[in-house]
């Protein structure tokens, strides 16, 4: 596995903007509706808790279409799931009057700017929901639909993170 972290710490905190469907699951669990797919939930644990050992805090805030429902004291049961896995802070809020192309990275830039990050990185695997800008100013992490996040993707997702690390220095 290739050494990114070898000079020392990346940051405070590592905001990782989530996507589900595709990510943590495959378009075969597709079938069945907030559906987590055990083994891509198992590899992108398993990436958050390598990218969590150069920072000192790593949590995700849900941008996808399952943060319906999300309430803070009472989640659904597909909610609840996920939030026993993963570090879940919050959700990315809706953008109203913005086109489907777009929409998500309005969204995170939206939920960032309002809370402190050191690096932010967004994993999905819908590349129409993003502007060039989009894809210019934020970190994203693309992954196949067909798969989900595998252990194949934890080097780039890491080599991705070390980039998003950089980019928060320069703001």
């Not at 083994?39 to 949590?59: H, K, N, P, Q, Y």
């Not at 809370?115 to 990185?121: G, K």
């Not at 252990?151 to 980019?167: G, H, I, N």
Request: proline content about 5%.
């Amino acid at each position: 596995m290739l050494d990114l972290f070898s000079n020392g710490k990346l940051g405070h905190r590592l905001g990782v903007f989530l996507d589900v469907d595709g990510v943590l699951n495959t378009e075969a669990d597709w079938k069945r509706p907030f559906t987590l797919n055990a083994a891509c939930l198992r590899a992108f644990r398993r990436a958050l808790d390598l990218a969590g050992e150069r920072f000192d805090e790593v949590t995700v805030v849900l941008m996808s279409t399952w943060r319906k429902g999300w309430n803070p004291t009472y989640q659904p049961p597909h909610l609840r799931e996920l939030c026993e896995t993963l570090p879940i802070e919050g959700i990315t809020p809706d953008a109203p009057g913005v086109l489907p192309r777009g929409k998500r990275g309005k969204e995170v830039r939206y939920y960032y700017h309002r809370h402190p990050m050191d690096a932010v990185i967004v994993v999905d695997d819908d590349r129409s929901l993003f502007t060039t800008m989009d894809r210019m100013k934020l970190t994203i992490y693309y992954t196949d639909a067909a798969t989900g996040f595998t252990e194949a993707d934890t080097d780039r997702f890491l080599d991705a993170v070390k980039k998003a690390a950089k980019k928060g220095k320069k703001n």
